[in-house]
C-alpha cells in the first residue's frame, strides 16, 4: 500500500526531473517512519504502563529512537534536493549519503546497547513478564517493522538510495529485536528458561553486521567508490557507435549526490578529420551520454594519426611490449618526433593503482624493450595516468 501510494504521489505530481522523483519518495518513506514509529511508541508506552512491564517501556522508547531516524531521513531528502548555490555548485545531494551514515551510526548504537544489555541479562538472568496483551503488542509491532523494512527496500531499490536502504535495515533489526523479546516470553513462561540473554547475543551481532554493511554503502560514494561497471560499459557502447572517435581514455567519474554525477574523458580523433565536423559530433556524443546516463559529459578530443602506416606499425609495436610487462597496461595518444640521431616515441601509459608505486621501473624496462626490439634509435617520453574507472 505505502509503494503504490508513494508511486501515485509522484505520478500526479508529474515529477520528470530525477532529483525531484528521489526526494518526493524519501519525503514520503521519511514521513511515513515517523508515523508508524510514533504509533508504536504511543501504544508500546500506553500498554506498558498499564502492565508495569519494563520490557515493552523499552521497546517503546526505541521506536520514539526510531522516529527520529526516520526525520533525519526526511531532513537529509530535503536538503540534499536544493539548488546548487555559489558556496555549492554542484548541488547538495551528498546529503543523502550523510542522512545514511548518521541512520547506521544509531543501527550500530543500537547493536552495541543489546550486546551490553545481552550479557547483564546472561549473568543476571531473570524470566520475562509474562501476559496475553504483551504477546499481542509485541506481534504487532514485528508485524508493522516487517512491513516498514518492505517498503523502504522496495523505494530504497526502485531510487538507489542507501539512506533508505539503511532505514529498511534498522526496521529489520528492530523487527529481530522484539521478536527476540516474543520468543524469551514464550520460552520463559512455559520453560522457565531464561535465554533472552543469549538469544539477544545472537541479535546484537546481526544487527551490528547489519549497521557496518549499512554505513559502508553510505560512506564509500562520500570517500569517492568506483564507478558501477554497467555505467562505465554504457558510456563505452555509446562512445563506440561514433565511427570518428577512435577510442577513449583518461575516463573519470565525479559523483556529487544520486542524479548529480558528471564525466569528463578524452576522446581519440583522426588528426586528419575537418575541426568544425569533428566538434559538432563530439558536441553530440556529449548530449547524448547526458541524455541517455542522466549525467553531465565533457570531452576532450585528442588529434591521433590514422591513416600513417609507420605510426601505427610503431604503436601496435610498443603496445605489445608494454602487454609483455603487464597485461592490464594501455597506451594512448601516441605519437613520433622524428629527430637527426634519434626519435622520440610520446604516449600516454594507463596504469592500475596497484602499480603506480612500480611506475617508474616500468617505463625503464619499457624503454629497454623498445631500444632492444624496435631499434636504439627510438626513445620513450612516457606520462602514466591513473585509472579511476
Known amino acids: 500500500m505505502i509503494v503504490r501510494l508513494a508511486d501515485r504521489i509522484v505520478q500526479k505530481k508529474q515529477l520528470t526531473d530525477t532529483t525531484r522523483i528521489r526526494e518526493a519518495y524519501g519525503s514520503f518513506c521519511g514521513i511515513a517512519g515517523i508515523l508508524f514509529n510514533l ?53 547538495h545531494g551528498r546529503m543523502e549519503y550523510i542522512s545514511g551514515l548518521i541512520v547506521s551510526m544509531i543501527i550500530l548504537l543500537m547493536g552495541f546497547e543489546l550486546l551490553r544489555t545481552s550479557f547483564e541479562k546472561i549473568l543476571h538472568p531473570e524470566l520475562p513478564e509474562w501476559s496475553p496483551l504483551i504477546l499481542v503488542i509485541l506481534l504487532l509491532a514485528i508485524l508493522v517493522k516487517f512491513y516498514m523494512a518492505y517498503y523502504n527496500r522496495t523505494i530504497g531499490r526502485k531510487i538507489q538510495s542507501p539512506a533508505i536502504q539503511a532505514a529498511a535495515t534498522d526496521s529489520i533489526s528492530d523487527c529481530l529485536a522484539t521478536a527476540l523479546v516474543l520468543i524469551a516470553t514464550v520460552v520463559g513462561h512455559f520453560t522457565h528458561l531464561a535465554i533472552d540473554g543469549w538469544c539477544g547475543l545472537l541479535v546484537s551481532f546481526f544487527i ?83 541524455k541517455e546516463l542522466h549525467c553531465a559529459a565533457v570531452i576532450h578530443m585528442d588529434p591521433i594519426a590514422t591513416h600513417d602506416e609507420h605510426v601505427l606499425q610503431l604503436r601496435t609495436q610498443t603496445s605489445a611490449l608494454l602487454c609483455e610487462l603487464d597485461e592490464r597496461l594501455r597506451l594512448h595518444d601516441f605519437r613520433i618526433v622524428p629527430g637527426k640521431t634519434q626519435t622520440n616515441l610520446i604516449f600516454d601509459i594507463e596504469c592500475p593503482s596497484d602499480l603506480m608505486e612500480h611506475a617508474d621501473a616500468l617505463t625503464a624496462q619499457l624503454e629497454h624493450l623498445v631500444k632492444e626490439r624496435l631499434g636504439a634509435q627510438y626513445h620513450t617520453i612516457v606520462t602514466v595516468d591513473s585509472l579511476y574507472v
Open 39 to 91: 504509533l508504536l511508541f504511543a501504544t508500546k508506552a500506553l500498554i506498558g504502563l498499564l502492565s508495569g512491564s519494563i520490557a515493552i517501556l523499552a521497546d517503546a522508547f526505541n521506536n520514539l529512537s526510531d522516529a527520529g531516524s526516520s526525520l533525519i531521513t526526511l531532513i537529509g531528502f530535503r536538503l540534499a534536493s536544493q539548488k546548487p548555490d555559489p558556496g555549492h555548485p554542484f548541488g
Open 208 to 290: 551490528l553486521y547489519a549497521g557496518i554493511q549499512s554505513a559502508k554503502d553510505t560512506i564509500n560514494p562520500l570517500l569517492g567508490q568506483a564507478p558501477d561497471p554497467e555505467f562505465i560499459q554504457s558510456i563505452h557502447r555509446i562512445l563506440a557507435e561514433y565511427p570518428d572517435i577512435c577510442g577513449i581514455h583518461d575516463l573519470i567519474v565525479h559523483n556529487y549526490g544520486p542524479g548529480r554525477v558528471m564525466i569528463s574523458l578524452h576522446a581519440e580523433v583522426p588528426s586528419d578529420s575537418d575541426l568544425v565536423t569533428i566538434h559538432e559530433i563530439i558536441d553530440q556524443a556529449e548530449r547524448r551520454l547526458g
